[in-house]
């Protein structure tokens, strides 16, 4: 009998910072039982663009997030998978030729491969995060997801390798470390909330996945299986705030509790003899609006924003390989109406997102589309334990050299096996 193992997430928004504790129960590798244990969350604005722009604020934000998330797990993390995101991602596809040593393809042989295709040199402002295996070719044939035991001479990987630049990097880890934690490994974040919320059909069939946060929304598009295109759109649910503030002249949080209480981001849905009372000052006296004004409002900037996915998709080439559609996630998939004007605006089928699946304990606490990414992230922390490949403190790489060299594997080692993408 083993003792369960604690993984956290942490997800630093521009709106809020999430932070979960969960115990990893089922050891499948492929899908791994989470059970949520312990769930923290605070405001947040130490975050411009999905960057940490204060640290200070960054590290309160941490702290309050994990001191309610032990409190309710009754247990103390010391490492933590941490989210990234923003406009410094960057992806590439990158390839790798070993030649087959023996009879067959070998375990050995698709991890030379894929060591040469990660090779790729990377600038010294932009970390590694991500090496993802997408497919293989064996001699003249491609196309193949899994070479192993498959007799040729020459083995080609393509991989989808995944950078951030090393300064965003730096002042997240320093946020966290200030804050008393040590980042285990980096995870993009719009690929944790795709394993949160994505079935593996959808991701077979093709599927995009948007999450829509406060200051930002992220693309992932994954088709065959596999992780074929990540974008960012810089608005999010502010944007839609701010029109709200400037259409109906009503304060920022005045504004957000109109989106809560009356909101809906798609017109046609809202009953034309609706009204609601805005809160006025005295000077405005007593303000009586039609609520499809409010649902106008906020359809024109969601619209907007899901137009650009569109274009952005329809230029990476996967428009057309969405069979399984669009699933919306993030803090702004709550508004009433968002999966009836993403269909309408990418002219497939479309669902909100919310994590559930494979999880146990306290799951009612995040099935909501704002935790995501956290959740994505513990479970990603769960595949590492269930793959043996968990970073755990005090794990040693005895390879000669310098410490610049030592750094570069123990990188090359967490970046290894991300076939879960
Ligand atoms: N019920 C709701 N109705 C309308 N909007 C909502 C609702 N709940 C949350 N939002 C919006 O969702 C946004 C917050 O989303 P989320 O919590 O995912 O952001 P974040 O992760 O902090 O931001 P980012 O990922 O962009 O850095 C806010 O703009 C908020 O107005
Ligand atoms: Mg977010």
């Known amino acids: 009998m083993t003792t369960a193992q604690l993984v956290a997430g942490l997800d630093i928004g521009s709106a809020k910072t999430t932070a979960v504790i969960a115990e990893v129960v089922g050891d499948l590798p492929k899908h791994p039982t989470v059970n949520i244990l312990g769930v923290g969350q605070a405001r947040t604005t130490g975050l411009r663009r999905n960057v940490v722009a204060d640290i200070d604020e960054s590290t309160r934000s941490i702290k309050k997030a994990f001191e309610d998330a032990e409190r309710m797990a009754g247990a103390k993390v010391t490492t933590v998978y941490a989210g990234i ?4 991602v960057q992806a590439m596809t990158s390839t790798g030729i070993a030649s087959v040593t023996g009879a067959e393809i070998t375990r050995a042989d698709v991890d030379r491969a894929n060591a040469v295709a990660r090779a790729q040199s990377i ?3 932009r970390e590694l995060i991500h090496a993802i295996p997408q497919e293989y070719a064996v001699d003249k044939n491609v196309g193949i997801r899994d ?16 950078t951030i630049g090393s300064s965003p990097a730096m002042n997240l880890r320093k946020a966290v470390e200030r804050a008393g934690y040590k980042i285990g490994e980096l995870v993009l974040e719009p690929l944790a909330s795709a394993l949160a919320v994505l079935t593996d059909d959808e991701k077979e069939l093709g599927v995009c996945l948007v999450e829509m946060g406060a200051g930002t ?12 295109y990540l974008g960012t759109v810089g608005l999010g649910g502010l944007n839609v705030t701010s029109d709200v503030v400037h259409g109906l002249g009503v304060t920022q949080a005045d504004a957000e509790r109109l989106k809560e209480e009356f909101g809906c981001v798609y017109e046609p849905s809202v009953d034309r003899t609706d009204v609601i009372q805005l809160p006025s000052t005295v000077a405005q006296g007593d303000r009586q609006i039609p609520r499809e004004l409010l649902a106008h409002i906020m359809h024109q900037r969601t619209s907007e924003i899901f137009e650009m996915i569109v274009r952005e998709v329809q230029q990476a080439g996967y428009i057309k390989k969405l069979a399984a559609g669009v699933v919306v996630t993030g803090g702004a998939a709550a508004q009433p109406g968002t999966a009836e004007l993403a269909s309408d605006v990418f002219g497939t089928g479309a669902r909100v997102g919310l994590p559930g699946e494979f999880l146990g304990g306290l799951a009612d606490n995040v099935a909501q589309p704002r935790f995501s990414t956290v959740v994505g992230l513990v479970q990603y922390g769960a595949h590492r334990v269930a793959l043996g490949g968990a970073t755990s403190k005090g ?7 310098s410490g610049q060299s030592m750094d570069k594997i123990a990188q090359r080692v967490k970046t290894w096996l991300q076939d879960f993408f």
């Open 85 to 88: 995101a923003g406009e410094h």
């Open 123 to 125: 600038p010294q402002d």
């Open 147 to 162: 070479p192993v035991g498959m007799i040729g001479t020459r083995l080609e990987t393509e991989m989808y390798l995944v």
């Open 217 to 228: 929304t992220d693309v992932a598009v994954f088709h065959e299986g596999k992780i074929r």
């Open 395 to 401: 794990r040693r790489f005895s390879t000669p050299g």
